[in-house]
Every structure is written in structure tokens, then in C-alpha cells.
């Protein structure tokens, strides 16, 4: 099993980046970030057969560039075939933040941040990330950026850039976005900047003007033609439109379509019209509320554009995932760029177990026999991500592997000692 999560083979295109010697601490540093559930660098140290001081250099003084790792670990992903980079694919964009105000002190990198799970404003640092969905249902994390106050005047600014950023290495067409972009700048940006589409969850309390088409000459009663029923630009709220005779029956609830619209509060930078979808789904309180950047769209399109913003969802689970089980948020490196080179590294494992994952589930007896493993020693019964870090971390220890060895023998499986 040691052979499944032996990485030395996918980093061997990442040599030119680094000198002999750096390199091999660099091997060390992500077999020990992939074996090990929990680390210091003493772990990656003991593990690597490396002492403290070359495991610490590695991270605050060696010169390597970030940039470059970046653009080899997005290389290396999308050459896959499942994750080749096609114009179907939609991005996902987020922000995160990470309590660094416990064990250790970061000087100026830490300032007050929202934490959405502790619901306050603590000490930490924030970062921005985009992951990427692809036609075939792979999910990987595309880019992401740590954000300093200091360096930015507004964080406005660092989202705009850090958009930019995302458009040029993706082709993926469509941006989704939490209502916390509800901004027309970030709204004009994705627009008419980086010519993409948009889809944005807005509250339904916002106002809006509708725009319709003027009735013929002679109409005087506008009932007779839905199509005219409103033919003044009125100041309404969403919530106006909400009528229970004009939803559309859907699977699970019902759904209404909003053409032709200007948002109030953005007609003094963004005016462009765009489509309001209101999603209700049964036995939920509130309605889902999305802005997207289409004048009109059809019955199925829109749809099709709610069950893509849940989708969204799935991908927030890959920075979760770092943070619960790569340390993400137990690093003590109190330098920025020691604390980039932490992060691009902790990116890169859990690229490195997507891309397992998929090459896995393309080897049926394998997948098979990982989910006994896991059944039976973690009680897991779908193939995650998180079940293969899980795995790895068992077969670090050479009891555990012997474990595994006899739970295969015992189910019939000893041809797939091969594996191991």
C-alpha cells in the first residue's frame, strides 16, 4: 500500500525548481505533510531523516519561488485527464480565515478578521481561494492568496486582482460567488473586465427595476397581455414578485424568473441587466435569491444555474479539508514568506491526493479494496479524499501495515498484495 501513496514519482517534475539539496528536503516535506495527520517540523524532520535546522531553512531561507510551484502544480493537475481545463468548467471563488492569536504571534501579518465560526471578529489572516468544478465532476483548488492589509488599499482591490489572476489561468466561463460579493465593482469587474459570466447570491430584500417593453398602441388593458403587465419602471423588491401563482413547479420546490432587471443598488456602476432566480425549495424557510449576468434565460437554464450554485458547495469542502487535516491553521511560521512557501506546499498535497483519487476510482479492485481497509479500521464507507489521508497515515507505521496486510488476507484478497 506504500506504493499507492509514494509521491516521489508525480514531484520528480518539480526538480528544476530547486537545487540537489533543497530538493530532497523538499521530498521529505511533502511525504511527511502526506503521511501525517498531525506535524511540526520536528514530525517532517524525524520522518525525512532531516534535522530541525534544514527543515526550518527550507522554509524561511531557501530560494525557491512560489510562483513557479504554483504553475507546475496547476500543470501537473490539469494534464490529467479528468481535469483538463476546458471553458464548461465553472469557478468557485471564497474567502477564509484562520484564528492566529493562540499559539503564536504573527506582528503585522495578523489584523481583525470576520471568523464565520467563532461568529466575532478575531485576530488571524484572510485568504482568498478558487477551486474549479470541471465537466467530468472533478474538483481541485485552482489558486488562492494570503491577504495582508497593509500591502492593499482596500481588500476590494486584493479581490479585483485576485480575479484577474484566476481568469488568466482558468478558462472556465462562469464565476460563482457567495452573497458576500453582492458589490457591484466585483459585479462591473467579472462583467466587462474579464468578460465572464456571473452568478451571485443577493438577499431577496433588494430593490430592483424591471424593464419592459412598452404595450402596443391602442392596449389599454394591460390583462389581457402577461407580457405587459407591468409596463412602468416601478421600484419594487424582490419579494414583490414572490407570488405563489407565478412560480414554476420544480423537483423538490419551485422556482421564479426575473428577466430584464436592473439592480438598485448597483445602477451607479453596474447597469448591465441581468436575470434575478428565486429558488424555494420544500420545507426550507428562505428562498435562494441568485443575480445572474444574463438579460433572460429559460425554464431549464435556470435550473440548471441553481443546481450549479449548490454545487458551490461541494467545493467549499476542499479548503475545509485543508484546514481540518493538512494543519492548515496549526503552522507556526511567523514570516510572510515563509508562510506563503507553507501554504503552496500544504496546496500541493492535497493536489497531489486529488489527482490519487481519481487515478483510484479508474482501478476498481484497488478502490475496492482501500474501502474494506477503511470499513473496517475507520468505519468510512464512501471513497473521499479525506479516507485516503486517512489510509496514508495508517500505512506511515509499519504496525498498522501489518494490520492491513492480515485484514486482506482474511477477506480473500492476498493477490492484491501487489499494492503494497
Partial sequence: MKKVFNFRQQIKHFRSLFDGRTYKTFQSVINGMALLRQWSQSDLAALGDKTIRQIQYFFSTAKWSVEQLNAFRLRFVQNKKDFHDRKSDFAALDGSTTRKDKDAHFGNLVSPVWSGRDHQVVNGLKFFGASIQTKTGRKYILDFSLYVS???KSEREA???FMTTVAKKSKAWLFVLDSGFRGQYIAKHIFTT?????LIRILPSQYVWVKRKRPRKGLRKFKENPQYSCPDRRLRSIKSF????EAVQVEKGKIWIIPHVVIHAWRGVFREEVTIIVYHKDGFRKPLVLC????EVTQDEAFSFVQTYFKRWSIEQLFKEIKSWFQFEKFKITSLEGIQKYLHLVILVHTLFTSKTAEIEHIPRLKHIIQIILKAKRNII???????????NMVSFPTSLKSIKRLLHAQNLCLSYRFL
Fill in 292 to 295: 445572474l449576468s444574463q438579460a
Fill in 159 to 161: 479581490w479585483k486582482v
Fill in 150 to 152: 497593509s500591502l492593499w
Fill in 194 to 198: 474579464l468578460k465572464r459570466t456571473f
Fill in 242 to 245: 414572490l407570488r405563489e401563482k
Fill in 382 to 392: 464512501e471513497f473521499t479524499l479525506i479516507g485516503l489521508k486517512l489510509l496514508a
